[in-house]
């Protein structure tokens, strides 16, 4: 059985284009032990610490290490006025935000939190969703944006994690 290839090839090219797929590999298994790394880490919290707010901000850290983010934050959903609460916040304006509330219908964290679907926004200023009181109010220009739910172990949707 011969095999033949797909498009012009001269002794010279076959090392480069070997060696291009192997650092497309490496790549690839790099940001794998990184994600792998993450959850480790994460997992490590979960058996270490009983304080749950200890435990979601050495999440929330790892999480955006592993996504590159210089900030992020905790939404959770208050039950009865029905409004995200910024619970736990990293980043250069976390005090400006630190227990601000906002309703859950605005924004990109509260369609996630109503959809319960994720969303990765690469230029959240022209996303007709994005809610830009928040970037008034701490001077802060969100520029890309990484939006999932919290949901409990049944599925209800308790806030978002953003970043």
């Not at 033949?4 to 480069?16: D, G």
């Not at 590999?25 to 707010?53: F, M, N």
């Not at 905790?74 to 601000?100: E, N, T």
């Amino acid at each position: 059985m011969s095999t033949y290839l797909a498009y012009p090839t001269t002794a010279e090219s076959l090392p480069n284009r070997r060696q291009s797929s192997r650092r497309n590999d490496d790549r690839r298994l790099l940001q794998r032990e990184r994600e792998l790394e993450a959850a480790r880490r994460i997992c490590d919290a979960l058996s270490q610490h009983v304080d749950i707010d200890k435990l979601v901000e050495r999440s929330l850290r790892t999480a955006l290490e592993v996504v590159g983010a210089e900030a992020g934050s905790v939404l959770l959903a208050d039950p009865d006025s029905k409004q995200l609460v910024f619970r736990h916040v990293i980043g250069v304006k976390a005090d400006q935000l630190r227990g601000r509330v906002m309703s859950s219908d605005l924004g990109i964290a509260g369609v996630v939190f109503k959809s319960g679907k994720p969303l990765v926004i690469s230029d959240v200023q022209r996303d007709g969703r994005h809610f830009p009181y928040i970037d008034e109010l701490t001077g802060y220009r969100t520029r890309d944006m990484i939006v999932a739910p919290l949901k409990r172990w049944e599925g209800e949707p308790i806030g978002c994690w953003k970043s």
